[in-house]
């Protein structure tokens, strides 16, 4: 089945500074990509939700590139706030009906 | 986010059965169980929609789900063991949309088995 491998498992960054995260992924079917911010005691919240036709995905703060050909999904947080600092999942399916498959999540940490 | 409240927050068991219990007050059809053991993402469980019983992961039979309406899922656990140790989350997704469209997690439970 698929896997989804997400580096680096910890990331520390000073405010201002970017912040990349990335997931790699097996299954060749995969179409659908999420990113979800889990935040201490919380639940996750849905950040960005991709389809692979988009490569480039742009949110409030934020950039998320698909790269299709080496199967990579990328989370980059351009200049990174004390709010930020939270867990980051990445997820992948088939389908809609599919199975989420989460990658190994990232704890980052934003200093002021 | 209140709209997808569990209960309890946190729990401590022994060998004991007990209920965790869920309610979304946003309109959803299909509603989840995961299960996120301590640094890892969160496993699924149970997934219902329209309170029909979808997709039943690979989990221990002394838990056992129950949807007894559409915005309401209860987890019923007897007989806990150490490795159920977790936060277990509720999640929500709008109908007509695919059950991965778009899931509202709540707070979670945290259960301490002792």
């Known amino acids: 089945g698929e896997q989804v491998e997400q580096r680096p498992p910890h990331l520390s960054v000073r405010e201002g500074d970017s912040a990349v995260i990335i997931c790699t992924y097996t299954d060749p079917n995969s179409y659908y990509f999420f990113w979800y911010k889990q935040e201490p005691g919380a639940g996750l919240q849905l950040l960005m939700k991709?389809?692979?036709?988009?490569e480039i995905n742009e949110g409030q703060g934020f950039t998320v590139l698909l790269n299709k050909k080496d199967k990579q999904l990328s989370l980059n947080l351009t200049a990174a706030h004390p709010g930020d600092s939270a867990v980051y999942f990445c997820?992948?399916?088939?389908?809609?009906?599919?199975?989420?498959?989460f990658g190994t999540g990232t704890s980052l940490l934003v200093d002021p | 986010n209140t709209k997808i409240t569990q209960s309890p927050r946190y729990l401590i068991l022994g060998r004991a059965n007990k209920s965790l219990e869920c309610e979304q007050h946003l309109g959803h059809n299909a509603m989840y169980w995961y299960k996120q053991s301590a640094e890892k993402p969160p496993e699924l469980m149970f997934l219902?929609?329209?309170?029909?019983?979808?997709r039943n992961e690979t989990v221990p039979s002394r838990f056992i789900p129950e949807c007894p309406d559409s915005s309401k899922l209860l987890l019923h656990i007897s007989a806990v063991d150490p490795e159920d140790s977790a936060v277990y989350f509720c999640a929500s997704s709008p109908p007509g949309q695919g059950s991965n469209e778009r899931l509202f997690f709540g707070h979670g439970t945290k259960l301490s088995v002792l």
């Open positions: 991709v389809f692979s036709s988009t």
């Open positions: 219902y929609n329209l309170k029909q019983l979808i």
């Open positions: 997820a992948v399916t088939r389908n809609m009906g599919y199975k989420l498959t």
